[in-house]
């Protein structure tokens, strides 16, 4: 058999991208502050991260290992604030003091890739104790508002302290790492300098922790800041036992322009609101009640414009998510007033976390292998949006329709699924004869039983049917593929001869 070297031509996939490392260029007239930022090396640390993602084109393999550097705040004995996407997929961890005469390897508290938030400690509890001697954990500082003068910390490779000096010019609800995952951020314009341990920063504001900076833009020179808000909350959710996280109310939302519209929703001139297009079956929104077709007027008591916007006591007009995920936590509730059919009402919802597994396509997969099968070179795998990240940058117009679909509209398919299995390629084999380009069908039936799971396709293979034949319905083609159980068996076995590490994972 010599179908296998063709394998990495054969996939529907590219290989998976790389993530995307956000540095901070070179740009002149540096503002910084030795004197002041000498004192601050005791407060932060080095952190080396060398991570590995999995291939979700060949989901059965990792991608070469990468090295990260991140600068993160002490802000508790022994424990160290840094951004969620510097332990992505993370295989090993360590802190360094910012000399570099002394290092621990670490681990992860909690991590919250949503927030782009991770607090890390030291591995061995006797070593950490003794690589934290001598240092001053950071307090947090008071909401800055708009023109207060904001601080980014470095430290160079040699040991060298930079502080550099911005603007807070505005405040955002906005996403740094993560698609459709937006939290409260802070503008700030500052011409910032490249310098090591730059992957993600410590904010200060008179000397006190008010942000962690995620990205720069050098010809704009702005820097995204995660607020002080959004850190408080996570360190608080850390100290629990189990990590709660940012809740969600599980709704999606339209604004209420259009003045046809607003007729259609017996809107008054004097109301906002915002259409509720879609509500998460079994999400917090879902249990108390809310409807599609509903338009929410306020949450928690503030009004909420008809672009979806409310007046934050501190920071002026922000978008209404920060009402949920900035000021509230997971077990929380808030009042909702709406308007049904014309009717005013309220409705009291307990907010919960919607975990990445909760999704019919999941956002996003660190820190776990890919669900798949393959089954005599044909490939089975669970849609996620990663998967169709691997299409490359313009995926959005470039992937399968049927693919997208299932991602942009989940309710069409959740009824019947608690995943999306599809077929993404297949491997030449004397198993795959004539279906070599089938790829990128979602799977109906495996043997007569309905798939719904990585899980239930497997166990539907343990059934051949009539003949030995394996019968394999799609649902958009309405077409079946017949796969001989002998054949097929032998051509995973030559597989696994050959370099496959393992045929199937359903965890």
């Not at 179908?3 to 956000?22: D, G, N, Q």
């Not at 961890?93 to 621990?104: A, C, Q, T």
Request: hydrophobic share 35%; proline share 5%.
């Amino acid at each position: 058999m010599k179908y296998l070297p063709l394998l990495a031509l054969c996939l529907a996939f590219s290989a998976c991208k790389e993530r995307i490392i956000t540095r901070i260029d070179h740009i002149e007239n540096v503002s910084t502050d030795t004197e002041t930022s000498s004192d601050l090396t005791k407060s932060v640390v080095r952190i080396n991260a060398t991570s590995q993602s999995w291939n979700p084109g060949q989901p059965w393999e990792k991608n070469p290992p990468q090295s990260l550097r991140s600068l993160g705040a002490i802000v508790a004995p022994g424990q160290v604030l840094t951004s969620g996407e510097v332990v992505a997929d993370a295989t090993y961890l360590e802190l360094e003091n910012p000399d570099g005469s002394r290092s621990v390897e670490a681990k992860i508290i909690a991590v919250d890739y949503e927030s782009n938030l991770a607090l890390l400690s030291a591995k061995n509890e006797e070593e950490g104790a003794d690589f934290f001697t001598d240092t001053t954990p950071l307090s947090l500082a008071e909401a800055p508002t708009i023109g207060d003068t904001l601080q980014a910390f470095q430290v160079e490779e040699n040991g060298t302290t930079l502080l550099t000096s911005g603007i807070l010019q505005s405040v955002d609800v906005s996403g740094s790492f993560l698609p459709r995952q937006a939290f409260l951020t802070y503008l700030v314009k500052a011409s910032m300098q490249s310098a090591a341990s730059s992957f993600s920063l410590p904010v200060l504001k008179d000397g006190k922790l008010a942000g962690i900076l995620l990205s720069y833009d050098s010809e704009d020179q702005i820097s995204d800041v995660l607020s002080v808000d959004v850190l408080s909350r996570f360190l608080k959710n850390a100290k629990d036992e189990t990590y709660s996280g940012f809740p969600t109310l599980g709704i999606g939302v339209a604004r209420t322009n259009d003045p046809s519209f607003r007729d259609f929703l017996k809107l008054t001139d004097d109301q906002g609101g915002l259409y509720v297009s879609t509500v998460r079956p079994g999400g917090a929104a879902d249990l108390a009640g809310l409807k599609k077709g509903d338009v929410v007027l306020s949450a928690g008591g503030f009004p909420i414009d008809r672009r979806g916007y409310y007046e934050h006591p501190h920071y002026g007009s922000l978008s209404w998510g920060h009402l949920v995920r900035g000021e509230r936590s997971a077990g929380d509730e808030i009042t909702l007033a709406i308007l049904r059919d014309g009717e005013p009402m309220e409705i009291t919802a307990t907010l919960t976390r919607e975990e990445p597994g909760d999704s019919l396509v999941p956002e996003y997969q660190f820190d776990r292998a890919p669900n798949f099968l393959v089954k005599g070179g044909l490939i089975f795998q669970e849609l996620t949006r990663p998967t169709l990240e691997a299409f490359g940058k313009d995926w959005t117009s470039v992937a399968p329709l049927n693919l997208l679909d299932a991602y942009e509209n989940p309710e069409k398919y959740e009824d019947s699924r608690e995943r999306v299995i599809f077929l993404s390629g297949s491997i030449p084999t004397p198993a795959t004869v004539g279906y070599e380009r089938l790829r990128n069908l979602i799977v109906k039936k495996v043997n007569g039983i309905e798939i719904d799971s990585m899980k239930t396709l497997i166990e539907a293979f343990d059934k051949p049917g009539a003949n030995n034949l394996h019968s394999i319905e799609f649902l958009e083609e309405n077409f079946t593929v017949y796969l001989d159980e002998a054949i097929s068996t032998g051509v995973d076995t030559a597989l696994l001869q050959r370099g496959l590490t393992r045929l199937s994972r359903a965890e």
